[in-house]
């Protein structure tokens, strides 16, 4: 299958700082990109769609000044979360499909934790 | 009407048992339906998927069997082994490329 790969893997920041994680596919062009956030023992919860070249599209509910999303070439989105709480301590995950099909792969995921 | 039920929460199997986890639908447009496995710290990993025009669909030891009029679909692991421990979950999406619609997902033990 298509690869999608994250970095960093984990991250531990400050409570007030703002911290950025990247997604990258790596063998197929993705004008669109997915962010998830993933909570222990719950399903994927999907904060925003990434848009090459556009805005991104948040989901209800999903602050847009706190999570900022930037997909500037077609393998790269990023997503940055800005002023971290504790709240924010989380599993980030992205994901791609590869253009003209339903298959999503996902990224292995980005453990965020606030302190 | 965007939800994806999936049952059950936890399932324990015996090594060499079949594991069956059900999902249910709402919305008709979907068109296409992917089983994810997830493993502790780790992003989901596309198992097996398929569309609705199809009743079945079998890769190695795992089966999706798709029923359009009950809008149901289901995931059989036959031979169930220790290192299918892992949550399962289901989803479901309208267009290609466009977001999916996630179950609950379903924890897995395989005791040996």
């Known amino acids: 299958g298509a690869v999608v790969s994250q970095h960093p893997s984990r991250v531990i920041c400050k409570s007030g700082t703002s911290v950025k994680i990247e997604c990258r596919s790596l063998?197929?062009?993705?004008?669109?990109m997915f962010w998830y956030r993933q909570f222990p023992k719950k399903s994927l919860m999907l904060m925003a769609t990434?848009?090459?070249?556009?805005?991104?599209?948040?989901e209800q509910g999903v602050e847009k000044d706190k999570f900022l999303i930037n997909h500037a070439s077609l393998t790269l989105s990023t997503l940055t979360v800005t002023s971290a709480h504790p709240e924010d301590s989380s599993f980030y995950i992205c994901?791609?499909?590869?253009?003209?099909?339903?298959?999503?792969?996902f990224g292995p995921g980005t453990r965020l934790t606030v302190t | 009407q965007q939800q994806v039920k999936q049952s059950p929460q936890s399932l324990i199997v015996q090594k060499g048992g079949i594991s069956i986890i059900n999902c249910a639908y709402e919305?008709?447009?979907?068109?296409?339906f992917p089983w994810y496995q997830q493993f502790p710290g780790k992003g989901p990993a596309l198992l097996i998927a398929?569309?609705?025009?199809?009743s079945e669909k079998k890769e190695g030891r795992f089966t999706i069997s798709f029923n359009k009029s009950a809008k149901q679909f289901s995931l059989h692991i036959m031979d169930s082994q220790p290192g299918d421990s892992a949550t399962y979950f289901c989803?479901?999406?309208?267009?290609?490329?466009?977001?999916?619609?996630f179950g609950q997902g379903t924890e897995l033990s395989v005791k040996p």
């Open positions: 919305n008709t447009a979907f068109d296409y």
């Open positions: 063998d197929f062009q993705a004008t669109t």
């Open positions: 398929i569309r609705p025009d199809v």
């Open positions: 990434s848009n090459e070249g556009s805005k991104a599209t948040y």
């Open positions: 994901s791609a499909n590869p253009p003209g099909t339903h298959e999503q792969y």
């Open positions: 989803a479901a999406t309208v267009n290609q490329g466009g977001k999916l619609i």
